[in-house]
């Protein structure tokens, strides 16, 4: 079947609401196109099309809540094939709690297993409940709870209604990553002298509108030091590890009123200082106002956290599950370095690289933040 | 443009990038980005916009000497006139 499903747009998404579609019956959309708008706890996301094709039928109507994995749309391929929403990533709400066909069927639920199960966000449609006639009761809800839950060994806790969405979503996200990823964690001080430098005389060739961030020259030595050590590129699945070609780098944006968003920036290691900055100044508002991009959402090979001129001297970060590294940035801080047997007061970052064991070890993480601080001093590189 | 307006459109830039900032409240002395908890980009935003509005070029030495309202008013006064 071509079905367009509802994709995964994040490790700790479950459902999401129907806003608007952006696509009619009969519409041909291109890889890429924006098919609906979709509210989830991270904001309104433009959900894009995967692959090419003819929109044949729209199944759910604005305002539905619809689960992850379930069925939105009909989207013929030129081949035939069903298109995807978004690359497969795992979702903590396994296929068999989503919608299965729809058969127009009635489910019978009893009102405290409906309440239970809105509170759990878990789609009744297709589940077979133990009561009378196959109505569906409490005790299915939390046998599905548990089933559903990496975590739940017995008990199920569900998300705390008074929480902001954002929390709630970073909550659970943060919260899988801690119960399964064994993280280890390694920093180094680099000196910034040569970036800096570099920065500074690059910015005074440029107006204001076109000035580049520290930021970026932080993110693109991070994109070729993966290049340099790409097993920290990719993704722990299914008890597999797979690192991936294409270095797409989730930046860690703070939003105003408490919360974060990581969106990716794509091929962070094939742009230019210039063209990533142009796509800060795109994404950044962006992410603040609420208004992501489906791919954004979920294409990240790894994370960057950085604390910038206000933050803290040093962080270490939280694995974005099934990624596999995140690297973390404090803020540089003018301090006494040691060179050839002498002490001078340098500009210096404090580095860090959290990372999953299960994925690799610490020596190789050390060969990471080595390359990573011969790529800083050496930032004129194309 | 007068001291008052200079202060108005700054105050107007910062409620842009911090909606649930009461820029009013500022007082002149305070770290502008402390106060209103704005990051690097979001300050370069804001001091994107006010070059904008009133022509004067910031070149990137001069950020150090943004960092209050007070400063901002007498940067913008100073370069307004040279011009």
Known sequence: MPDFLMPSLGADMAAGTLVAWRVAPGQVVARGDIVAEVETEKGLIDIECFEPGTVEALHVAPGAKVQVGARMATIRSEGGAAPKASPPLPSPVTQTLTAGPDTGRRVRVSPAARARAQALGIDLAGIAGSGPSGAIELADIDRLAAVASPAAAGTVVAPDEGLAPIRRAIAAAMSRSKREIPHYYLQSRIDMNAALAWLRRENEQRSITDRILPAVVLLRATARAL?????????????????????????????????????????????????????LRDLIPRARAGRLRSSEMTDATATVTSMGDGGAESVLGVIYPPQVALVGFGRILDQPWAERGAVVVRPVIAASLAADHRATDGHLGARFLDALNRHLQTPEQP | MTDAELTRLIAHELQKVAPEADPASLSPDQPIREAVDIDSFDFLRVLIALSEATGVEIPEADYGKLTTLKEMVHYFRAHLTVR
């Open chain 1, 227 to 279: 290049r340099d050590v790409p097993v920290l590129n990719g993704y722990w699945i299914d008890g597999q590890h797979r690192p991936v070609e294409e270095i797409h780098l989730g930046f860690a944006i703070a939003l105003r009123g408490g919360g974060l968003v990581a969106p990716a920036l794509h091929d962070v290691d094939r742009k230019s200082c210039d063209a990533l900055m142009a796509e």
